[in-house]
T-cell receptor, first 113, second 116 residues
Framework: KAGVTQTPRYLIKTRGQQVTLSCSPI?????VSWYQQTPGQGLQFLFE???????NKGNFPGRFSGRQFSNSRSEMNVSTLELGDSALYLC????????????FGPGTRLTVT | AQSVAQPEDQVNVAEGNPLTVKCTYS??????LFWYVQYPNRGLQFLLK??????LVKGSYGFEAEFNKSQTSFHLKKPSALVSDSALYFC??????????????FGQGTTLQVKP
């Protein structure tokens, strides 16, 4: 089975722009979660989607949004980029919610200049 | 609120020696615990999880973890370390505050350095 794929792998944007990141989960997985990883804050939960519905949201400003499509693929969007948004954005998929382990993609490295 | 602590930023061990990476947790209710490993410029790889049952959990690549409820710990262990085990290790707990959520709360990570 193919793993979780994320596109693009690297992205450079300037402050004030917006960006959309894409995630394709493992085939058959219906739950997708997003995390932000930075050296200072570590791994922080952004949101979780299951069956096209956002089930949980982390403590991030409204500039961060996401969605899930009927094929379970997910996108996250960050508007009005700030320097502090520079991070590795990781997507994870699992068969379902709850105790199922999450499988992570390689991440998208976003640099905001 | 649920939390996870990894008290060591870095663990150094010689190849062939046993290794332990420490993790303690704080949850209200039954904990669901996970270990992940991250290699440079890669995403996280699932190693093992504890949901219920036997306190000794076996996972991928020869790793195991011991769940200790009285000490609220979930230490990662391996009997004989390999240089290729050198990586960043994360302990995580599932947030049970929201019903059936998959949200993971991660520790700050421990860098494991295995020297030949």
């Amino acid at each position: 089975k193919a793993g979780v794929t994320q596109t693009p792998r690297y992205l450079i944007k300037t402050r004030g722009q917006q960006v959309t990141l894409s995630c394709s989960p493992i085939s058959g997985h219906r739950s997708v979660s997003w995390y932000q990883q930075t050296p200072g804050q570590g791994l922080q939960f952004l949101f979780e989607y299951f069956s096209e519905t956002q089930r949980n949201k982390g403590n991030f400003p409204g500039r961060f949004s996401g969605r899930q499509f009927s094929n379970s693929r997910s996108e996250m969007n960050v508007s009005t980029l700030e320097l502090g948004d520079s991070a590795l954005y990781l997507c994870a998929s699992s068969r379902g919610q709850g105790v199922h382990e999450q499988y992570f993609g390689p991440g998208t490295r976003l640099t905001v200049t | 609120a649920q939390s996870v602590a990894q008290p060591e930023d870095q663990v150094n061990v010689a190849e062939g020696n046993p290794l332990t990476v420490k993790c303690t947790y704080s949850v209200s209710g039954n904990p669901y615990l996970f270990w992940y490993v991250q290699y440079p410029n890669r995403g996280l790889q699932f190693l093992l999880k504890y949901i219920t049952g036997d306190n000794l959990v076996k996972g991928s690549y020869g790793f195991e973890a011991e769940f200790n409820k009285s000490q609220t710990s979930f230490h990662l262990k391996k009997p004989s370390a390999l240089v290729s085990d050198s990586a960043l290790y994360f302990c995580a707990v599932r947030d049970i505050g929201s019903s059936n959520t998959g949200k993971l709360i991660f520790g700050q990570g421990t860098t494991l350095q295995v020297k030949p």
